[in-house]
């Protein structure tokens, strides 16, 4: 097994990462990858915002609380941080 990723590789692992369904030996060849890699490190900061997202939506699709304003405002902040 070679240690250093491509990108594509990468972002394999990240998405199996949400899931929970990476390796040990995975995860650690993406933190390594993301280290040097811009693109991946900015995509699994996204995917793991989205997941945060996705986790306060129940099956039926309705949102499980609501944000506040204050909340709302300091997600607004970290998508255009984002972006
Ligand atoms: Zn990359």
């Given at each position: 097994?070679?240690?250093?990723?491509?990108?594509?590789?990468a972002?394999?692992?990240?998405?199996?990462?949400?899931?929970?369904?990476?390796?040990?030996?995975d995860k650690?060849?993406?933190?390594?990858?993301?280290?040097?890699?811009?693109?991946?490190?900015l995509?699994?900061?996204?995917?793991?915002?989205?997941t945060?997202?996705?986790?306060?939506?129940?099956?039926?699709?309705?949102?499980?609380?609501k944000?506040?304003?204050?909340?709302?405002?300091?997600m607004?902040?970290?998508?255009?941080?984002?972006?």
């Amino acid at each position: 097994m070679k240690f250093k990723l491509t990108c594509d590789e990468a972002t394999a692992i990240c998405s199996k990462n949400q899931y929970g369904e990476a390796s040990v030996t995975d995860k650690f060849r993406m933190l390594f990858h993301v280290l040097f890699c811009a693109v991946c490190k900015l995509y699994s900061k996204q995917n793991t915002f989205m997941t945060k997202c996705m986790s306060s939506v129940d099956k039926k699709g309705v949102v499980k609380s609501k944000l506040n304003s204050e909340e709302k405002e300091e997600m607004a902040l970290k998508i255009k941080e984002m972006v």
